[in-house]
């Protein structure tokens, strides 16, 4: 996964249409539909970002960014669809880091938050990892075994990465596509192996005997750190 972002906006339609661009182009989207989800979703998981709509059921946007600020300096983009700036220099005031306002392109949203990012938190769009002879570039997503590129799928390339962030160290099966920022992902029976397998493969790793991403029975899977 490149991008870990929060949306907290009631429209549905819009977060399915987020979570499918913007995840097409190294952003994974966490959906919450209301204020306190939103909160209650942040202090569960770590985000690079959050999307937050002004205009929201019970808690308002502005109400949600006054409560985040208390305990957060994530950077936080401002949906709204309202024509009157108060609202929107208010909320630049208590400490937003830029707006949008509805109606939007999905491209004018994903420049602005990279450049929110750029400003705000660098490391999570230049971040490179290397394990043995695996290199990964997070804001590209570019995939190198031995010099040689390799093509993901988006679920194949946020799984490398989770496991790549703790070489070494085992992360339970159960727990693997929550690590890789893909709380999007229908789990079934034998989703992750599966996505696994195919991880395996294109890195070359033997079915029978694999030296990259090794499994841990009855646990889950672990990325050796030597080759």
Known sequence: ?????????????????????????????????DGPGGIQALDASAFDAVLLDIML?????LEVLR???TKSRVPILMLT??????DRVVGLEIGADDYVPKPFSPRELL???????????PDA???KLAVANVQ??????QVLVEGKAVDLTGLEFDILVALMRRAGRVIPRDALLAEAGRSDVVVGERTVDVHISHLRAKLGDDPRSPRRIKTVRGVGYVLSREQ
């Open 81 to 86: 669809a309202k024509g009157d700036e108060t």
């Open 67 to 69: 409560r985040i600020r």
């Open 57 to 61: 059921p019970g808690m308002d946007g």
């Open 125 to 127: 769009v230049s971040e």
């Open 1 to 33: 996964m490149s991008v870990r972002v929060l949306c907290i906006d009631d429209d549905r339609r819009l977060q399915e249409l987020l979570v499918s661009w913007l995840g097409q182009n190294g952003v994974q989207v966490t959906p919450a539909y």
């Open 111 to 121: 420049a602005r938050l990279r450049a929110v990012l750029r400003r705000s938190a």
């Open 136 to 141: 990964v570039d997070v804001g590209s997503r």
